[in-house]
């Protein structure tokens, strides 16, 4: 019972957060999301429906270095994930946070990315 009700809480929390926050060619969503082992993030422009740049710790290059799902794994891929977005010609983007908290490994991905020189 108490796993339907937070579900449904979260499902809420992504409907309001996605009520503000829609992506274009020149600036699309980047969207963030953890789960207990890995981290997924993409670069999505919601005009078109199609994804720019997409990277998760499910990567063969960052599969071998052990990435987790905790603050040095955040770092790292946000790190990268600028790198690849950068490249894929994407320079400014709009945070989604999918429905958690924008603290711990949340900031530290986007600190990191905003390092990395993506501008949101």
Same mark, same amino acid.
């Given at each position: 019972m108490?796993t339907?009700?937070?579900a449904?809480?979260l499902?809420? %929390? #992504?409907? %309001?957060?996605?009520k503000?926050?829609? /992506? @274009? !060619? *020149?600036?699309?969503r $980047?969207?963030?999301?953890?789960?207990?082992k890995?981290?997924?993030?993409?670069?999505?422009d919601d005009?078109a429906g199609?994804t720019?740049?997409? $990277?998760?710790?499910?990567?063969?290059?960052l599969?071998?270095?052990? $990435? !987790? +799902?905790?603050?040095?794994g955040a *770092? @790292?891929? /946000? #790190?990268a994930? +600028?790198a690849k977005a @950068? +490249?894929a010609?994407?320079? %400014?983007v709009?945070?989604?946070?999918n429905?958690a908290p924008?603290h /711990?490994?949340?900031?530290?991905?986007a600190?990191?990315a905003r390092?990395?020189? $993506? *501008?949101f």
């Amino acid at each position: 019972m108490n796993t339907i009700k937070k579900a449904n809480l979260l499902q809420k %929390r #992504k409907w %309001r957060i996605r009520k503000k926050v829609a /992506g @274009t !060619a *020149e600036r699309p969503r $980047l969207s963030v999301k953890f789960t207990s082992k890995h981290i997924y993030a993409q670069a999505i422009d919601d005009d078109a429906g199609t994804t720019l740049a997409y $990277l998760s710790s499910l990567d063969a290059e960052l599969r071998a270095s052990k $990435l !987790a +799902a905790n603050l040095a794994g955040a *770092e @790292t891929l /946000g #790190k990268a994930f +600028a790198a690849k977005a @950068t +490249a894929a010609g994407v320079t %400014r983007v709009v945070f989604d946070r999918n429905g958690a908290p924008y603290h /711990g490994k949340v900031k530290v991905f986007a600190d990191a990315a905003r390092a990395g020189g $993506l *501008e949101f």
